[in-house]
């Protein structure tokens, strides 16, 4: 963080109201809130405000930004501790101030036993509606710490083969084409890649990626078609130009078009801002052939595990993406991989100020940390 972020923080904590009186006003006390040391027997959070400094302006169809808010959290239970992130870009309507106060609102230290989770995340769950990425942050932190107090990765406690992770992409972000070159050379490790789409120029845009590289890609458009014959003569174009799936074509509203579109589209089309949670999956099997499943939209490990058990039940194809994240909130993401058709778990690597150090990427395929819990390490402070 740096000081103009940090008097930023520290104001926005002590204005007190907002955090209903609960935090402490003085500024030079401001950056880490909740109790300074776990009581012995009992569950300590720990949060903290960040913002992500971003490699390359990230432009979409719907806005472009240069820095993404979190929190990162902590829970401490006997002197071991679990991390969590929440994530906030701007399109789902959490923020800094709306995550902060969530968790100055739960008291978890109420619980004894850490390995009672369900009912932990329930009463988290409880305290208010929405706020996912506040709870995804309560959850991956917990799943860390169990993992930890149980010695064992998160992945093998849900049972899964480290050797089974997919391959996952890398997003090149629309922009010049020098830049996007530069991106393409970056991208060197990963067998896929993924182009943002739903501008004016989408053609030019899949054929500069093509002039530097003939690997698979993958197209996401954020919700930026809006003619639905335009977005099935682009599905049949990129699966030419080597696409592997479409996500996203038109806005999430447009069901009708997009279930028309899905059953002719010669590549799979997968549901991302349309579908949040399990419910929405249910209530949309028709009209996606899959779905973009994110700790930060679903509430965090146990939601997502959740989500692909659905999906799969319904027959659909499973990815597993984030947003702009640390290598925290992507390698807790990376533990369910194994059960994934396809991953995009690129966020941490768009960032310049990563605390964490977690999944690697070998071949073009996530290689687990063998750590407990999410197996990351804290390699500066945040
Ligand atoms: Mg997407």
Same mark, same amino acid.
């Given at each position: 963080?740096?000081?103009? /972020? ?68 902590? =829970? ?43 009912? =932990? ?64 050379? /970056? ?16 053609? &030019? ?64 089309? =997968? ?28 509430? &965090? ?45 690129? &966020? ?12 690697? =990427? ?21």
């Amino acid at each position: 963080m740096n000081k103009r /972020e940090f008097i930023r923080n520290a104001v926005l904590i002590a204005g007190g109201s907002l955090m209903g009186g609960r935090l402490a006003g003085n500024p030079e006390q401001a950056a880490y809130y909740g109790q300074k040391k776990g009581e012995p027997g009992r569950l300590t959070l720990r949060f903290s405000p960040y913002t992500l400094q971003l490699r390359h302006t990230f432009t979409l169809a719907t806005n472009s930004r240069t820095t993404t808010p979190v929190v990162l959290t902590e =829970i401490e239970y006997d002197g071991v501790t679990g991390y969590g992130e929440a994530s906030m870009p701007p399109y789902l309507g959490e923020s800094h101030e709306s995550v902060l106060k969530f968790l100055s609102l739960l008291n978890i230290s109420q619980f004894r036993d850490p390995f009672l989770a369900g009912d =932990i995340l329930d009463y988290v769950d409880s305290v208010a509606p929405g706020n996912h990425a506040a709870k995804a942050s309560v959850d991956i932190a917990l799943h860390d710490l169990t993992g930890k107090l149980l010695g064992r990765p998160c992945y093998q406690v849900f049972g899964l083969n480290p050797e089974k992770t997919p391959v996952t992409s890398f997003t090149i972000g629309l922009d010049t084409p020098e830049i996007v070159k530069q991106k393409v050379a /970056e991208a060197e490790p990963y067998k896929l890649l993924k182009v943002k789409l739903g501008r004016d120029n989408d053609k &030019g845009a899949v054929e500069v990626i093509r002039s530097c590289t003939d690997k698979p890609l993958c197209a996401d458009v954020n919700q930026g078609w809006k003619d639905r014959r335009y977005a099935l003569e682009m599905a049949g174009w990129l699966k030419e130009k080597g696409v592997v799936y479409l996500e996203q074509p038109m806005p999430k509203e447009r069901m009708e078009d997009i279930a028309w579109l899905t059953a002719q589209s010669p590549i799979p089309v =997968i549901g991302d801002e349309a579908i949040q949670n399990a419910g929405d999956l249910v209530r949309q099997r028709d009209v996606y052939s899959g779905v973009n499943i994110k700790l930060m939209k679903c509430g &965090g490990l146990a939601g997502a595990a959740r989500m692909i058990d659905v999906a799969r039940a319904l027959g659909m194809k499973v990815m597993l993406g984030c947003m702009t994240e640390t290598s925290c909130a992507v390698t807790a993401a990376a533990q369910l991989s194994p059960l994934a058709d396809w991953c995009d778990l690129d &966020g941490n690597l768009l960032i310049s100020n990563d605390p964490f150090e977690g999944l690697k =990427i070998v071949d073009g395929r996530i290689i687990l940390p063998g750590g407990p819990g999410i197996g990351v390490k804290k390699v500066r402070p945040a």
